[in-house]
């Protein structure tokens, strides 16, 4: 069955460290891959997207994640958090075959401490 | 800016009631969404739409009912809501295609009494 999983639920990370969230996804093939960030409140805004390529992808606010089909993750990585990176991050998954439908992750929600 | 609007940001309903919440994009999509999202269960599809007057089911279809009479509208309907659909809901957009992602509204806290 196609699956999308983050395994970490809750993080917490102190202001100026490195951050990295996990995403693993059992798909027949490579699908399309996306991270999301919830802030309080709010919907959800896309931070960035793979498709094919290089497999290092840049995102807004600083943000990147490295593609490793051999692991099928799909992680996403901070070199320093700031407060305002406080929220919750979903990855999706997308089978390149779909019309557009995606597959959301249950969340980690991330806190940063001073 | 590309925008997807949600009616209300905050909903107090009384239990039995028939609640509409309403989602409008602006940027002549063609699939829209409906997620309902709860502590600890992420994202769960309710209800899309891949053209007007098109709807499918999602996960979790019991107790809602959807409306696309046109393109930029896209209706969440509780027949009669109950305090277990005291929730978040969002709603989204995207063009056809996977690659292109979603475009999310604002959600609407739903709270049934």
């Known amino acids: 069955a196609q699956s999308v999983t983050q395994p970490d639920i809750h993080i917490t990370v102190s202001e100026g460290a490195s951050l990295e969230l996990r995403c693993n996804y059992s798909y027949g093939a490579t699908p399309y891959l996306f991270w999301y960030v919830q802030s309080p409140g709010q919907g959800l805004q896309l931070l960035l997207k793979?498709?094919?390529?290089?497999?290092l992808v840049q995102g807004i606010k600083g943000f990147e994640a490295e593609f490793k089909r051999s692991q099928s993750s799909f992680n996403l990585r901070k070199p320093s958090v700031h407060w305002s990176d406080a929220a919750e991050y979903f990855c999706?998954?997308?089978?390149?075959?779909?019309?557009?439908?995606?597959?959301f992750g249950a969340g980690t929600q991330v806190v940063v401490t001073p | 800016d590309v925008k997807v609007t949600q009616s209300s940001r905050y909903l107090v309903k009384r239990t039995g009631e028939k609640v509409f919440l309403e989602c409008v994009q602006d940027m002549d999509h063609e699939n829209m969404f409906w997620y309902r999202q709860d502590p600890g269960l992420g994202l769960r599809l309710i209800y899309f739409s891949y053209d007007v007057k098109m709807k499918e089911k999602g996960d979790i279809p019991e107790g809602y009912s959807v409306s696309r009479e046109k393109k930029e509208r896209f209706s969440l309907i509780l027949e009669s809501a109950s305090t277990n659909q005291t929730s978040m809901y969002l709603c989204a957009s995207s063009l056809t295609g996977v690659g292109y992602g979603y475009t999310f509204g604002s959600g609407t806290r739903l709270t049934v009494v």
């Open positions: 999706a998954v997308g089978p390149t075959d779909s019309w557009g439908k995606l597959q």
């Open positions: 793979y498709f094919s390529g290089d497999t």
